[in-house]
């Protein structure tokens, strides 16, 4: 994706097509496409500014900060309780490990004392796990310990 047009432009194809110029003749004068010009009178027309859209980068996060938070609060209140638990008392729509995941990475809930530590190399080294403070549910478990242990929980 193109970086978007700057606001100079933006203000100049605006005052031409206002002048009664053709989109072709102002694509061809500014240096850019037909739809371009097309685009940015449609999102003139809806906003009544120039400014560009906000860019949505990346995929939309499956938790919202609202339960993020309440799953924060539960992991406070019952240090001990269980991702599946968690999965269960919430509904949430995630696995296990993807839970453990975002816990670890969104919430950190545990930061003076956990830490990783990765192989001898640094690189494609596999990365252990060290529990930092006592009682932090999560932080302490790898993706690849949740799902053996969900493969001995149902066997």
């Not at 240096?31 to 097309?38: G, L, N, Q």
């Not at 950190?108 to 004392?113: E, I, K, M, Q, T």
């Amino acid at each position: 994706m193109s970086a978007p047009l700057s606001k100079d432009l933006r203000k100049r194809i605006l005052a031409a097509k206002e002048e009664g110029a053709s989109h072709a003749k102002v694509a061809r004068e500014m240096r850019v496409s037909v739809s371009a010009i097309t685009r940015l009178l449609a999102l003139y027309r809806e906003t009544g500014s120039l400014d560009a859209r906000p860019r949505k980068a990346g995929r939309k996060p499956r938790l919202d900060e609202e339960t993020l938070q309440k799953i924060a609060g539960r992991i406070k209140e019952v240090p001990d309780i269980s991702l599946r638990e968690l999965i269960e008392e919430f509904s949430l729509p995630v696995s296990a490990p993807a839970l453990c995941n975002t816990i670890n990475r969104k919430l950190r809930l545990c930061r003076n004392g956990a830490r990783s530590r990765t192989g001898t190399s640094g690189r494609g080294g596999t990365t252990k796990r060290v529990e930092g403070e006592a009682g932090c549910p999560v932080v302490g478990f790898s993706v690849k310990e949740m799902e053996s242990e969900a493969r001995q929980e149902d066997s």
